[in-house]
């Protein structure tokens, strides 16, 4: 859907494709922060089903909603008091107008984004992937056309330019949590646990727990997200061609890295159901699997994209320049794809083995202490080499992605050792 967002506001505009990045750096990271919380739910109830307590499942989603409810105002509000972010970062007053108006737009799906998160993640934790599947088909579907509509003003809808994709993404939220709340209620799956029922009042313990697993997965994600958002806010300055190249190449590397994400997805609940069943060793066969199945993908993403680099940026644009400057940095990211896929890939792991913490300071050093100041030094200073621009932030995020595959993945080790050494002690 993001995908979709991009190659049509761009076709619309340059500054309407530009208000759509700089509105998604801003509402993206909110939400990416908002859903790593609300994943918490997926390894909670997937120990729960490992160790055939499904009835015991339901607890987790009743407090789930209470964080959802706090997490949509925040949001929301949020949301609709961006000025003093654009104004601080420069950017000029037709864009920050268009972005403004974006951002205002979006922020009336974001209660049902966040309920979708939840229950696609309770769902999850019983190992069923398909619904999810199936209703972002349905979500991307009905995106397309009210993209159509609200960006160009067919069919008696009124012409907003990049200000519809946000009441367009606003709208297939809705439908989206509409669908999903359908199947829990009518699933057979879930017909016998009543996850509806028995609601009760907020539970401090429980909510304790569910944000003590959640918050570090939320912050984690929010560290890596941001990094890229605020790339794209420091390069506001640069003018609307770079910020549209920059924003070409996020959503095309955003397309390819569903695949190392859906990956690390599954690696949660692999992991979570086989140590919920005490099968440690089953457990750390998951997570090997999955890194060998996400670095063959790599191979063939990144051949992918360094190949036709200049054709996948004349998918979204025929403007010269922008072609020009975002195929350069689509080749750069794809050199990235291996470091992206191991990263990813090992935080799903850790995830299935309630290790978050410890990722999440790993995460910080390698992106905001290493990968960001570099990228800076590299794309704005003369510290090193002239200023590179873009090229210089993207060059920024290979290394710091390198340093976190590293760090990930030696955390990955460690941890499914140490709970193997102990299951065999015990």
Known sequence: MGFVDTLMAGRYSATDLAAVALGSSIWLPIFIASQGILMATTPMVAHLVGAN???ASSETLHQGVIIVAILSLLAIYALHNCDPVLAFMGVEEELASLTTQ????ISWGFPALLLYQLIRSYIEGFGKTQP???ISILGLLCNIPLNYALIYGEFGFPELGGVGCGWATAIVMWIMFFSAFIYLAKSPTFVTIKPFSGWSLPEPSALKNFLKLGLPIGIALLIEVSMFSVIALLLADFGEVMIASHQITISFTGLIFMLPLSISLALTIRVGHQLGAQK????????VTGLIITLTLAIFSSSLMAIFATPIA???????????IASTLIIIAALFQFSDAIQITCSGALRGYKDTVAPLMLVFIAYWLIGLPSGYILGKTELITPA???KGFWIGLLIGLTIGAILLITRLHWK????LSQAQYH
Do not use: D
């Open 102 to 105: 974006y951002l205002a737009a």
């Open 132 to 134: 999810a599947m199936k």
């Open 416 to 419: 499914s050792n140490q709970v």
């Open 388 to 390: 590179m621009g873009p």
């Open 53 to 55: 307590k499904e009835n």
């Open 314 to 324: 004349e998918l979204y644009t025929q403007e010269v320049q922008i072609i020009e």
């Open 280 to 287: 440690p060793e089953a457990a750390k066969f998951s997570a």
